[in-house]
């Protein structure tokens, strides 16, 4: 096991990592504390060694480690990577680059939705991982064997599965698939936290303007306080707490006290003011500057039937072809194509279409049939 806790042999191992055409990369980290996850460890492998870096050692310097990230000669390979990459985004404002995901890659060649690294190292590198250390305190020091061993694992054997998956992406010509899926995880968008967009994330059935305009207001309030105090969210304000607030709005210290799960400390303190004049931003909006949100259509009365059909097919399509079912099309697309042939969905473009969308198309309107022979389902031409 190699440990790393110096900036010089942080420095060399990075110069030789630079050599390599691939490394596996992941992270260990604590966020239940801390709005901004807290990177404890970073674990590196390369075609023949892996190592762990002590990202806490006193006075270790990362840059060498910060410009590997970004060596455009060098692929940096992550398993379910978004929140290790969010990490390297918050800690630099950079994205590592460029970047290939195996449970991305995995999906698109058919090892199912969100396959975990565990199943994913069984299947391709005959790995067994032990996930006892998983839930460790990766913040305490020294650090044991036992998790520097559970650490490393989590790139050893992601170097057989990377090698697996690129030769199946090439082999079945799926590259461009996999880089059309990995736009997210590479987009600074997807990192970005913008206060104006957090009511986005609060889950509610209201869609009245006047609500969301509070819920707008006192959402972006609370991500601008726990971003500047590095605590979580819930910690500021609870999400049933928001939702009772843009509800029923109160006007004093002592309205705000007797929300539920509010408390009267905050709600007489300076904080308590802050969020009262937030709740007043929300109700003094006109109309035309609150938010919208368009209201769901209602399924047309009848194609509940074509629904089914189309996910029987779907689902026969997504195990003939080998790729993941979630990255072809969802219900509510099967819903949008069913009651609408030019329905703006994924499935209604590109290689998608060419494996799912026309055949679509062709059941819904009778020019082909699903039957069972053998116990299997298969498509008919109809005359």
């Known amino acids: 096991m190699i440990l790393i806790t110096e900036s010089e042999e942080l420095a060399e191992a990075c110069t030789a990592f630079r050599q390599a055409t691939y490394i596996t990369v992941d992270t260990e980290f604590m966020r239940e504390s801390t709005f901004w996850p807290k ?4 674990q590196v492998g390369g075609p023949d060694h892996a190592v762990a870096i002590d990202v806490l050692a006193h006075g270790i310097d990362l840059q060498p480690l910060y410009d590997l990230m970004l060596a455009e000669n060098v692929l940096k390979v992550f398993h379910a ?18 970047m290939f995901d195996t449970q991305v890659a995995a999906m ?52 057989t599965a990377y090698e697996a998956l690129a030769a199946k992406l090439q082999k079945n010509n799926r590259e461009d698939w996999l880089k059309e899926e990995m736009a997210v995880l ?12 957090a009511w986005k994330r609060i889950k509610t059935r209201n869609a009245k303007p006047r609500f969301l305009a509070i819920l707008r207001e006192v959402a972006g309030w609370r991500e601008t306080e726990a971003q500047s105090r590095d605590v979580p969210r819930n910690r500021i304000l609870r999400d049933e707490a928001m939702l009772e607030i843009s509800s029923h709005p109160p006007k004093t210290a002592e309205g705000l006290a007797r929300v539920r799960n509010l408390g009267a ?15 007043a931003r ?9 938010p919208q949100v368009a209201a769901k259509k209602p399924r047309p009365s009848g194609i509940g039937p074509t629904v089914e059909l189309l996910r029987v097919l779907l689902r026969m399509q997504c195990e003939k072809h080998e790729v993941a ?51 299997h389902v298969k498509l008919i031409e109809q005359g």
Not at 115 to 124: I, R
């Open 39 to 42: 990177l404890c460890l970073v």
């Open 81 to 98: 990577g978004r929140q290790d990459v969010e990490i390297f985004w918050h800690q630099t404002g950079n994205i590592p680059t460029p």
């Open 108 to 159: 698109v060649c058919g090892f199912g939705d969100s396959v975990g690294y565990e199943t994913l190292a069984a299947k391709l590198a005959g790995a067994r991982i032990d996930k006892s250390s998983r839930f460790t305190d990766w913040s305490r020091r020294p650090l044991s064997d036992r998790q520097v061993r559970y650490a490393l694992d989590d790139v050893t054997h992601l170097r």
């Open 186 to 197: 590479t987009s600074q968008s997807t990192y970005e936290s913008h206060p104006e967009s």
């Open 265 to 279: 400390k905050l709600a007489h303190g300076s904080r308590g003011a802050q969020l009262l004049e937030a709740i």
């Open 282 to 290: 929300g109700v003094a909006l006109p109309d035309d500057q609150r």
């Open 325 to 375: 079912q979630r990255l072809v099309a969802n219900v509510d697309e099967l819903e949008q194509i069913a009651a609408d042939d030019n329905a703006d969905v994924r499935a209604m473009a590109g290689w998608r279409r060419e494996l799912f969308g026309e055949i679509a198309l062709g059941l819904k309107h009778g020019k082909i049939g699903l039957a069972i022979e053998n116990g």
